[in-house]
């Protein structure tokens, strides 16, 4: 099989992305992308678009999502890859975040106006119409409104955790959040694990716990991490029998302009045995 360029981790404005789910496989397959994963946060909206846009341009459309879900440190981020359908379940799941979502945006907006910002919920949503509105979009509403001068500046002052604009997030059940996805027909994958923050022999533990709960593969290659990670991330979902996958987590130039489309860690090209040896064996077809 000739090489092709893979992508199985992006986001678009559906969720936190710059570009609209058609502009961004428009621009996967400029950049030679045969195979994409649309995976925006807590949202299954952007979908239709982006395969009615890959079946133009002939693209492999992985149908995905990545949902936030909730644990005791770090941050538990679960992919779902190659939807067949949208369960009734998946849905109820993402009705369910989206609604703590809005409920946590609201928080947001209260701290800001007690601060003396005079912030609306119904400017930002707005500003952004077609998004799932979290913490990149109160960033630009905050240079919008002339409080930050930059997305760093943002994070440092107000948004991070501790900072005043901070709220907790309330994020799905794990076993719920397997099943949602494999009533679907998809695949459970766990994203970039060492959001997690935990220490290798803690997420040893951790693997072998989720492995045995039904989520199958592993995102061992992402940007937020160093090769040599990548590569013992792969060699310990190899010892729990996981499969392995490989993304960008592309936002968008102005959003995160250190990550690019079909690339993952120390900026390598994505190869496509993540699709065809890893992940296509495990997808209902």
């Not at 995905?64 to 909730?70: L, Q």
């Not at 987590?249 to 489309?261: C, N, P, S, T, V």
Request: proline fraction near 4%; aromatic fraction near 8%.
């Amino acid at each position: 099989m000739l090489f092709t360029m893979i992508d199985l981790h992006i986001h678009t404005n559906a969720s936190d992305g710059q570009y609209r789910p058609a502009e961004l496989v428009e621009k996967a397959g400029e950049s030679g992308i045969s195979v994409l994963a649309v995976t925006d946060h807590d949202t299954i909206a952007g979908l239709s678009e982006a395969a009615a846009e890959a079946e133009k341009r002939h693209i492999i459309l992985v149908r995905g999502i990545e949902i936030f879900v909730g644990w005791p440190t770090g941050e538990f981020h679960l992919l779902g890859l190659g939807f067949t359908h949208i369960s009734p379940s998946l849905s109820e799941l993402v009705d369910f975040l989206q609604k703590k979502r809005t409920e946590r945006n609201l928080r947001i907006i209260e701290e800001m106006r007690e601060a003396g910002i005079d912030a609306s919920y119904d400017e930002i949503c707005s500003l952004f119409p077609l998004s799932s509105i979290g913490r990149p979009h109160f960033t630009e509403y905050l240079k919008y409104k002339n409080t930050v001068k930059n997305n760093r500046e943002a994070f440092e002052k107000y948004l991070g955790k501790g900072r005043p604009f901070y709220a907790e997030r309330t994020g799905a059940n794990l076993d719920e959040a397997i099943q949602a996805i494999v009533d679907s027909g998809g695949v459970p994958v766990i994203a970039h694990p060492l959001s997690l923050y935990v220490s290798w022999g803690h997420l040893d533990t951790i693997l072998e716990d989720i492995h045995s709960r039904g989520v199958e593969g592993l995102e061992a290659y992402h940007p937020g991490a160093s090769g040599h990670d990548c590569k013992r991330l792969e060699s310990l979902a190899r010892e729990h029998g996981m499969f392995v996958t490989a993304g960008s987590d592309f936002h968008g130039e102005k959003i995160r302009a250190d990550r690019k489309l079909g690339h993952t860690a120390d900026g390598k090209k994505i190869d496509d045995r993540f699709y065809y040896e890893e992940l296509l064996p495990h997808l209902k077809t």
